[in-house]
T-cell receptor, first 115, second 109 residues
Framework: GAVVSQHPSWVICKSGTSVKIECRSL??????MFWYRQFPKQSLMLMAT?????????EQGVEKDKFLINHASLTLSTLTVTSAHPEDSSFYIC???????????FGQGTRLTVV | QKEVEQDPGPLSVPEGAIVSLNCTYS??????FMWYRQYSRKGPELLMY????GNKEDGRFTAQVDKSSKYISLFIRDSQPSDSATYLC?????????FGAGTRLTVKP
């Protein structure tokens, strides 16, 4: 299947700092990218959907000023957690789908720990 | 009502058993149906992908979609300990993809 690379795989940051997570589609053009967070033993929670060149659409309850999403090209989307706090510690996963927007392929996930 | 309902389990079966995993959904606009497998601390990987109603088989895995009942299933034959993981159903239409809660499966040797 298609490859989606997510970086970094884990990051530890101090409270109050910002962290950027990258999601790249390596062998296809990702028209749409999805960002999720996952708490231990819980399901994926969709945070936002972004289409290349457009502003992201955030799910209800997700602060768009805190979780900045940029999808500037067909192969790269970034999620920036601004002014991170310990409660933002979670597993963040991106997925990408092509122009037909049918199946999606996931990145490896980023484990964020805010201390 | 959630758009996608999936029993979170946990489900524990002996090695060699047939496993049945299911999801129901409410949005009849969904056209594409997927099953993902997620090992602990990893991103989900796509297992099966089906368009519209019908069956699809891939080795020990069979996916079934019944759009009239809004019900999808994943069957695992001859289950192995390596199948122990969380299985998530997903369904999509243009610009919208939704996931079930995931069922945690343990296959005991």
């Amino acid at each position: 299947g298609a490859v989606v690379s997510q970086h970094p795989s884990w990051v530890i940051c101090k409270s109050g700092t910002s962290v950027k997570i990258e999601c790249r589609s390596l062998d296809f053009q990702a028209t749409t990218m999805f960002w999720y967070r996952q708490f231990p033993k819980q399901s994926l929670m969709l945070m936002a959907t972004s289409n290349e060149g457009s502003k992201a659409t955030y799910e209800q309850g997700v602060e768009k000023d805190k979780f900045l999403i940029n999808h500037a090209s067909l192969t790269l989307s970034t999620l920036t957690v601004t002014s991170a706090h310990p409660e933002d510690s979670s597993f963040y996963i991106c997925s990408a789908s092509g122009s037909l927007n049918t199946e999606a392929f996931f990145g490896q996930g980023t484990r964020l720990t805010v201390v | 009502q959630k758009e996608v309902e999936q029993d979170p389990g946990p489900l524990s079966v002996p090695e060699g058993a047939i496993v049945s995993l299911n999801c129901t959904y409410s949005n009849s606009a969904f056209q594409y149906f997927m099953w993902y497998r997620q090992y602990s601390r990893k991103g989900p990987e796509l297992l099966m992908y089906t368009y519209s109603s019908g069956n699809k088989e891939d080795g020990r895995f069979t996916a079934q979609v019944d759009k009239s009942s809004k019900y999808i299933s994943l069957f695992i034959r001859d289950s192995q300990p390596s199948d122990s993981a969380t299985y998530l159903c997903a369904m999509s239409q243009i610009n919208d993809m939704r996931f079930g809660a995931g069922t945690r499966l343990t296959v005991k040797p």
